[in-house]
């Protein structure tokens, strides 16, 4: 079965290990990927083990839907890769997607890195692919760009742009 691949780039003008930082954490993230149409916002990332964040490491990403889901990293090289695995999707995206994975890259440049994000899907069947298609390409790739957007003006800014945050993760 073919997967759904959907990917967003972004230069941001920082350091590449600072962009790599700012994109793992837990507690801004949820101020930068704000959803859009049927891809709700995520409201809370908690880290399900101790110690540093390495491949094996889970995470739960809680969603304004309700929902939530595992992340399970794959790869980390920091600052150059961060890949992970999600699955635990509920019904009815649930019904459709088996799992995802997503692959972050950090390629320095002149005066900053580019950062891109891709997301590849799999669908649960040859049926639901266009379905999935449509999502991926009209609602998240929109909100992936605005929540790279929102981590690259933090990076820049980030004592004004920071998200302040009264939860515990």
Avoid at 37 to 46: F, H
Wanted: proline content about 8%; hydrophobic content about 45%.
């Amino acid at each position: 079965m073919r997967s759904v691949e959907i990917e967003c780039r972004r230069f941001i003008a920082a350091e590449p290990s600072q962009a790599f930082a700012l994109s793992l954490d837990p507690e801004a993230f949820p101020a930068w990927f704000r959803g859009k149409g049927l891809v709700p916002a995520v409201v809370r990332v908690t880290r399900l083990e101790d110690g540093p964040l390495r491949a094996g490491s889970r995470r739960r990403v809680e969603s304004s839907d309700g929902n939530s889901v595992e992340e399970t990293v794959l790869e980390l090289d920091p600052p150059r890769r961060h890949r992970y695995r999600i699955a635990g999707f509920a019904p009815p995206f649930g019904w459709l997607v088996a799992c995802a994975e997503a692959d972050w890259h950090w390629t320095p440049r002149a005066e900053g890195v580019v950062v891109c994000w891709r997301y590849r899907y799999h669908p649960r069947g040859w049926l639901v692919r266009p379905i999935i298609g449509f999502i991926a390409r009209r609602d998240f790739a929109a909100a992936m760009q605005a929540c790279l957007d929102a981590l690259a003006a933090s990076a820049v800014e980030p004592r004004r742009t920071a998200p302040q945050s009264s939860r515990k993760v």
